[in-house]
Nanobody, 128 residues
Framework: QVQLVESGGGLVQAGGSLRLSCAASGRTPSRYVMGWFRQAPGKEREFVAAIAWSGGRTTYADSVKGRFIISRDNVKSTVSLQMNSLKPEDTAVYYC?????????????????????WGQGTQVTVSS
């Protein structure tokens, strides 16, 4: 069992920055993937970014590439999402997710149904 606790959401003006964090606790394997997804009102949950715990491979959605940076802290078992140049369309509930396996190819990191555990979600609101 893995528990995920997110923090760092809030309200920011367009062009501003926010940093989300997600702490994982419990029994974690040696190789796994952690990711961020988001869901805006009336829309489906969509992939944002993911990182492999072993090796640090990362992948991003095209909509956030160049603006968001995902990173990990191996000692604290924490994954962070630095969000810069925020836009109103980034407004959503952001969810941290944990995949018990690492499929190797970052292509598979984008599929929500791969992830075994999810955080409670944190609201990010970007005003225009």
């Amino acid at each position: 069992q893995v528990q995920l606790v997110e923090s760092g959401g809030g309200l920011v003006q367009a062009g501003g920055s926010l940093r989300l964090s997600c702490a994982a606790s419990g029994r974690t394997p040696s190789r796994y993937v952690m990711g961020w997804f988001r869901q805006a009102p009336g829309k489906e949950r969509e992939f944002v970014a993911a990182i492999a715990w072993s090796g640090g491979r990362t992948t991003y959605a095209d909509s956030v590439k160049g603006r968001f940076i995902i990173s990990r802290d191996n000692v604290k078992s924490t994954v962070s999402l630095q969000m810069n140049s925020l836009k109103p369309e980034d407004t959503a509930v952001y969810y941290c997710a944990f995949d018990l396996t690492d499929p190797g190819s970052t292509y598979y990191y984008t599929f929500a149904n791969r992830y075994n555990y999810w955080g409670q979600g944190t609201q990010v609101t970007v005003s225009s």
